[in-house]
């Protein structure tokens, strides 16, 4: 059975696997502990696995995290979707539907979104809490990147233990890629280009992994230029270049925009 058919079914037989998952995070290593003074807010209700609606009316996307998506415009919920919401609307309700909240250095997303770092009663961050348990993927996106290293333990923690997501490896090839959206992806390095556009990273295939000119100082510059001929797992929004009018000769179909050093990891 592939990954997506074993996904789906997990996530239809959520009864099962949830339990299972929760049960092993009351285990885990307690990840990103609050600090010692931050803001109490009223939860009105859950979006999704990283989207709250707060009772002063701001929406609030948690940093750090990407859950899986729930179906929209009559697409169907993407495999853990419903437990991931599930499992948020059970941490906030175990503080009473009431969080601390930490803004990001960035305020606000370009959906107008609050950025914010979520932490239960018992000051654990929400969305280590998550990661810890599978039902997320572990995102960095400059500047809200202060607990991105401790994140990445607790995902770390769930990808070792294979709990939800990680139950079988998501991590695609570039061939594998169908359409636009959130990817791990993982291949080989044919070229490490560098122009005024930043550096370009191609990847056998059709998938080029680009650093922006204002995140170019925050990469190691020995690391990138090693990259060349080596495998490497990239995570981050894939864009589909062929929806922009066609695409010129010998250039990548997908494009991969890099927003963390984090984003980005030789492997074996």
């Not at 092993?24 to 696995?49: H, M, S, W, Y």
């Not at 370009?110 to 990661?131: F, I, S």
């Not at 039902?135 to 202060?146: C, E, I, S």
């Not at 864009?239 to 010129?248: F, I, P, V």
């Amino acid at each position: 059975m592939g990954f997506c058919q074993l996904l789906k079914k997990a996530s239809l037989a959520g009864a099962f696997f949830v339990p299972a998952i929760w049960v092993a995070a009351v285990q885990a290593e307690v990840f990103c502990p609050a600090p010692t003074v931050l803001a109490r807010v009223d939860v009105q209700r859950v979006v999704d696995g990283d989207t709250v609606r707060l009772k002063d009316g701001r929406s609030v996307r948690m940093i750090g995290i990407n859950a899986p998506e729930t179906g929209k415009k009559g697409r169907a919920d993407e495999p853990f979707a419903v437990a991931a919401r599930q499992r948020l609307q059970a941490l906030v309700a175990a503080s009473g539907g009431r969080v601390g909240l930490v803004p990001g250095r960035e305020r606000k997303d370009h959906y107008g979104r609050t950025l914010a770092h979520l932490y239960g009663a018992d000051g654990e961050n929400l969305e280590a809490q998550l990661l810890a348990e599978g039902l997320g993927f572990q995102v960095g996106v400059a500047p809200n990147v202060d607990l991105a290293t401790c994140q990445q333990a607790a995902e770390n923690s769930a990808r070792n233990a294979r709990l939800g997501l990680w139950r079988l490896s998501p991590v695609q090839s570039v061939a594998q890629l169908k359409r636009s959206g959130f990817a791990v992806v993982s291949g080989r390095v044919s070229q490490v280009k560098r122009n005024r556009g930043g550096i370009w990273i191609e990847m056998q295939g059709s998938l080029v992994l680009r650093v922006s000119p204002a995140l170019v100082s925050q990469f190691d510059a020995a690391t990138l230029n090693g990259l060349q001929g080596g495998t490497v797992e990239a995570r981050g929004w894939v864009q589909d270049r062929s929806r922009r009018g066609g695409l010129k000769k010998g250039q990548a179909r997908w494009l991969l925009p890099l927003t963390d050093p984090g984003m980005l990891k030789s492997t074996p």
